[in-house]
């Protein structure tokens, strides 16, 4: 049990990262070289990779994570600026290419951007980059003095010493700070003489984004640049036959018709002309030994695997004892679906693949990934192939695969031009790496004064760690039990099983991974509970988090704020939910009405104990955006398998939540002191809990199968 809680995803992930599918081993480099010198190009002052000064003043920061909406490329300069000093009106960003050395640590020095983890991953690393910095231009200024470091300090981008109110510029001290080595260690501010970080800033990429500035994977353009779709076999797992393109090649503006590794590519001059080919290309295909499979053929099959024992994950006491033994036991079953990403930006990705050279402009969250697929399918050496990065139209994970770009290097190495691949809608929803479609059994035990004496769970799910890599000895996705092996609830016999299962369907990280599964399955179970106890919600769960002080404080925030215990509004019914996830402890109450079927949602209050607050406005969106995300699939998100193939095809039938259905969401941070937690993907995993208890609540019905639908009320 102790082995399975000091593991999780990331730590996991520090000896690789996803690459096409396979598992790519790699190794941190430290990102500050003591002993070097600050020296670059002529009138720079760059003391490591992650920055460098002009003489004009502007800090060029480099960005290895990459800005999907989240709000990295504000956190992660204030990070080097806070500790720089710098005057945040002169900061620039620049996007890293794809090299060891801007890894993240905490995936085993690959660049990507995904788990929550830009700030937990780059946190210390980037302030010690800004420290060192400062250190250099203090010692530079008090050289060029003739005074003691330690009677100089720093104010916004000016070296200052005080006793002769002399101020020296940081551009004007970038040639002798260059000449000097970079020190070993540096002090770091404390956090009482921040400036910058725990103060909500404005972000800087709203400016390119609100004047159509920012430039997309989609708004990539080259000299000759063609414009290709991809036809890929309708059933998972199926391969291309035959072809014939003669229609496809008689439309106006088709250049090329080539099969690849995936289908077969139409080539054109704009994305009209490669869809009419599309339309007029026949394919003939083999459809493999998934042409059958059925959504309702997987559930039977789930369901008979939860029949078995699974590897034990976490077993505190004697569950079976508790269960034979206690007054009032009862078993649930909870299912949840095939869930489609659904990126506001379809997948697309631009090669130009040459004999002296690969280019890839691409929206990404894997530098990394996406390097190594494109040197292997253009062949080529890494040091001849490049990653530039754009701006992502949302990632949820989607962008850490590297699929897209298969297909892009394999088209322009066919055709031997400039290409751009872009996917439909109807591409991006039935060719997707899925969220697994989860069957979990659940068992509870109170005994006779309403105490939870017992909580075994059984979790039957596809395994993400396999797919990156291998499961672990104890044979556990850890992954999966995220949120359920963790349990915070002081009960005294729990249990929590693991039973690993590939039905074929392409499978992927989704926003808050399996921890999307355990907010809404866990916390719906301890509802339940407490119902069966008599005892209010929130308090069942106060008693049972003794052991567990933020947790606790979360809990108490959000139902303070929800005004729980006094009545909703006529018509309304609240539901409440806690969990940690991704370093971070997340509380919500929803608020509901019920009627004719149709769940409306009229308010959210969040509480979050992210540890220590970066940016208080960052984490406000990222908890909003999250909640919307995880609502959605709760009320609406289901992709089903018939005849091998995606029934969904589009946002007329998988919708999201529109702006006449969005709640007022409110959030509250709990000041801490402890490290920084991710905050882009807990919100999502904890609001559908929060929001079928509330359903409950309303109606007095439970409901164990997402997402919810107007018969089940």
Known sequence: MAATQRVDRRTFLKVGAIAGGGLMVGGYLQSVDPGRTGAAAAGIFEPNVWLRIAPDDTVTIMLSQVEMGQGVMTSMPMLVAEELDADWAKIKTEWTPADPKYGNPNFGGAQLTAGSNSVRGMWKILRTAGGTARAMLITAAA?????????????????????????????????????????????????????????????????????????????????GLLVARVVRCPVFGGRVQSFDAAKANAVA??????QISSGVAVVADNYWAATKGVRALTVTWNEGPLANLSSAELRTKYAALAEQAGKVARNDGDVAAALKGSPRTFERVYEVPFLAHATMEPMNCSADVRADGCDVWVPTQGQTASHQAAIAASGLPADKVKIHT??????????????????????????????????????????????PVTYVRMWGALDSAGKPVAFMQRIVQQSLMKRIGALPPNGVDFISVDGSAGLPYAIPNIRVEYIET????????????????????????????????????????????????????????????????????????????????????????????????????????????TGWVIDPDTIKAQMEGGTVYGLTAALKGEITIQKGRVVQGHFNDYQMMRHNEMPEIETYIVPSGEAPGGIGEPSTALAAGALLNAVAAATGKRLYRLPIRPDQL
């Open 143 to 223: 050289s060029s003095w003739g005074v003691s470091e330690s009677t100089c300090s720093t104010d916004k981008g000016e070296v200052v010493h005080a006793a002769s109110g002399r101020r020296l510029r940081y551009g004007a001290l970038v040639d002798q700070a260059a000449a000097l080595p970079v020190p070993a260690s540096v002090a770091l501010r404390d956090p009482k003489d921040f400036r910058l970080l725990g103060q909500s800033t404005p972000r800087l990429d709203i400016p390119e984004k609100v004047s159509g500035a920012a430039g997309y994977g989609i708004d990539v353009k080259r000299p």
């Open 502 to 609: 590939d039905p074929g369907i392409p499978f992927g990280f989704w926003r808050s991974v399996g921890a999307s599964v355990q907010g809404y399955v866990v916390e719906a179970f301890i509802d339940e509970m407490a119902t069966a106890a008599g005892t209010d919600p929130y308090q069942f769960r106060r008693d049972l988090l003794s052991k567990a002080p933020r947790h606790r404080a979360v809990l108490d925030l959000v139902a303070e704020k929800a005004g729980w215990g006094t009545p909703p509004p006529q018509g309304r019914a609240r539901g409440i939910a806690v969990m940690e996830v991704f370093g971070s402890i997340v509380g919500q109450v929803a608020e509901v009405s019920v009627a004719n079927g149709a769940v409306r949602v009229h308010k959210i209050w969040c509480a979050v104990d």
């Open 390 to 435: 754009t701006y992502l139209g949302g990632g949820f994970g989607r962008r850490g695969e590297a699929d897209f770009v298969i297909e892009a290097v394999e088209t322009s190495k066919a055709i031997g031009k400039p290409v751009k691949i872009v996917w439909s809608r109807e591409d991006d929803m039935q060719h997707d790496y899925y969220r």
């Open 253 to 258: 503006g088709v250049r090329h018709v080539v």
